[in-house]
């Protein structure tokens, strides 16, 4: 076999490697769905579903060219490369989209220091002016607007006994 040959061999064998390194590192974006509101979390984990499969793909579509160059079988070899690459752009364009709703849905989480109000508990917007009033909202208002989190509301002990003592026993 000629040099150029075999390093083509061994190229697309080194990106099998990679493939399946991938494929072991790509369960870690799973330790991320619990993150994830409950709203948008089955479509992101089937998009993970579907990014693990398009990988796994890969790793066979790696193989069974470096076999059909082996081979030397350029109809196989050519046929496959330009399947390889067709689904190359789908998986780089969903891995993409994942991993995209996967951030913006995790950025929308709550996190940092938030300027409350020490006395009625409103929140400043974090680029509000703190002496405008327009800049500050209740804490429902606030993190309703920030994640896909809803409210109920009730009274706990403490405020039953202070609000209502003729009803707390």
């Not at 989480?109 to 509000?128: E, M, Q, V």
């Amino acid at each position: 076999m000629a040099m150029q040959h075999i390093l083509s061999i061994v190229m697309i064998l080194a990106g099998a490697v990679v493939m399946l390194f991938s494929l072991v590192k790509a369960r870690e974006l799973h330790v991320l769905t619990p993150f994830i509101p409950e709203g948008n979390k089955p479509e992101i984990i089937r998009s993970l579903r579907l990014h693990r499969g398009l990988m796994l793909f890969f790793l066979v579509g790696y193989c069974v060219v470096a076999g059909a160059f082996a081979l030397r079988l350029p109809f196989v070899g050519e046929f496959l490369v330009g399947l390889v690459f067709l689904f190359g752009a789908l998986f780089v364009l969903l891995g993409v989209h994942t991993q995209t709703r996967m951030l913006l849905e995790i950025k929308n989480t709550l996190h940092g220091l938030l300027p409350i109000c020490a006395s009625c508990k409103k929140i400043r917007n974090a680029d509000g002016d703190p002496h405008d009033p327009a800049a500050w909202s209740s804490v429902e208002k606030f993190i309703s607007a920030k994640t896909s989190a809803d409210f109920t509301h009730s009274i706990c002990p403490d405020c039953l006994k202070k609000l209502y003592p003729d009803l707390y026993e």
